[in-house]
């Protein structure tokens, strides 16, 4: 026992004879990285700040937009129920105010998506099956046309050249099996994750229509009470601007198929309705939607109505591209999300770029979404549209009807408790 407390005695000792001189060192050190940090210019100090806050920001970027595409058999169902669920969000919550009941009310909804999608390929459908045998006699016609053009054009191209290209056809097929069976393989394997795909979008949908509110209150509880108002408010506000996105979309597509009808219609062809129709679904990719319908039509036209026609169908859709290119989805979306139509044509581009029709497809409603979300967390007083916790109680839960009107309300100031 004498001993440790003996030890202890030294250490003490020690303690109390360092201890004043501690200070001393640390405010050395204090001293001398204060002077070498006021040698750095204050310019290259403020930039510095900024490069590594950007980079740090570009650093998070890079790692959600890596997590999502190794991820993407889930992430991009789930994004495209989110893009569903705003486009019916309004109907949904015009039925609830009028007294309908929840589930009745998404069941009316998805109703209405079965309705006009059915409802379109119905009509093209029974336009293809009435006008089937004029179709087939117009392509044999027009094949054969060809088959003449080619015999008396400068090519010289006869019947023993084309059995000689059909027979070198027939060969490698028969000589390509391992490669053709490959490819069935892939496409089928395609086929299938596009399948899961579209189940786990509709659920999704389902569940984002029936508990939406749920979901967005159980999100709050995540984050912290002090911000919980302001990051709320903001993603009200970023989701008021996706939904209309939506709403402008639909327009975008709706004078896509309307300009492609008209001018199929005028150039003489049969198969105007499913012209349009295809050219509606179509342009909801922003870009490339336009231009898969414009081939599509454009071979249908050469089929059956010759070269001439073709190519004044191929104008239209030129022209309906440009129309939607520089000047629907640059302004009308622009305005619709409140972004510049240069940051939504480059925002089209880059998400092209880095990810092809997917990134077309859902860039702007991003770039709507966070333009929204940034400017609202930017705000000077955020509107309180989830109510503040008491530090002393647990809040209570939200009503659904409540967290309706908050996600369901134009803007911020007619959010009403």
């Known amino acids: 026992m004498p001993s440790w407390s003996k030890i202890r005695a030294i250490f003490a000792a020690e303690s109390t004879v360092a201890s004043p001189s501690a200070p001393l060192v640390e405010n050395a050190e204090s001293a001398a990285a204060l002077a070498s940090a006021e040698s750095v210019p204050a310019g290259l100090r403020v930039a510095a700040g ?82 089937w045998d004029a179709l087939t006699t117009e392509a044999v016609n027009s094949f054969n046309q060809f088959l003449n053009w080619l015999a008396n054009s400068p090519l010289h191209v006869t019947d023993a050249n084309i059995d000689v290209w059909i027979q070198a056809a027939r060969t490698w097929v028969n000589t390509s099996q391992a490669a053709i069976t490959s490819y069935a393989a892939s496409i089928g394997v395609g086929v299938g994750h596009f399948l899961a795909g579209t189940a786990l979008a509709i659920f999704a949908f389902v569940y984002f229509l029936l508990d939406g509110p749920h979901l967005a209150h159980a999100v709050s509880g995540v984050i912290p009470r002090r911000s919980r108002p302001r990051i709320m408010t903001a993603a009200q506000s970023g989701w008021t601007a996706m939904v209309s996105y939506v709403r402008a979309a639909v327009t975008v597509a709706a004078v896509d198929g309307l300009g492609a009808l008209i001018g199929a219609a005028a150039v003489g062809s049969s198969m105007w309705l499913a012209i349009g129709a295809l050219t509606f679904l179509c342009a909801f990719v922003p870009l490339v939607g336009a231009i898969i319908a414009g081939v599509v039509a454009t071979g249908v036209v050469l089929v059956t109505l010759g070269w001439v026609k073709a190519i004044i169908m191929l104008a239209v859709f030129v ?79 939200v009503p659904f009807d409540e967290v309706d009107s908050v996600l369901t309300a134009s803007s911020p100031d007619e959010y009403v408790p």
């Open 50 to 131: 900024w490069a590594w806050r950007l980079l740090l920001i570009a650093g998070l970027i890079y790692l959600l937009w890596f997590v999502a595409s190794r991820l993407s058999e889930v992430t991009i169902p789930l994004f495209v129920a989110v893009l569903f669920t705003a486009a019916l969000w309004p109907l949904k919550s015009w039925l609830v105010r009028h007294h309908v009941p929840r589930g009745l009310a998404v069941l009316a909804s998805l109703l209405t998506v079965v309705v006009i999608i059915f409802g379109i390929l119905s009509l093209v459908g029974a336009q293809i099956v009435g006008q």
């Open 319 to 397: 022209a309906v591209l440009e129309l939607e290119g520089h000047v629907m989805q640059p302004f009308l979306l622009g305005k619709a999300v409140s972004i510049h139509p240069l940051a939504v044509l480059y925002g089209i581009a880059v998400g092209t770029i880095v990810a092809g029709i997917v990134g077309a497809l859902f860039t702007v409603p991003l770039l709507a979404f966070g333009n929204a979300f940034v400017r609202a967390l930017n705000a000077p007083e955020p509107v309180a549209v989830v109510p503040v916790d008491v530090p002393e109680s647990p809040p209570p839960p």
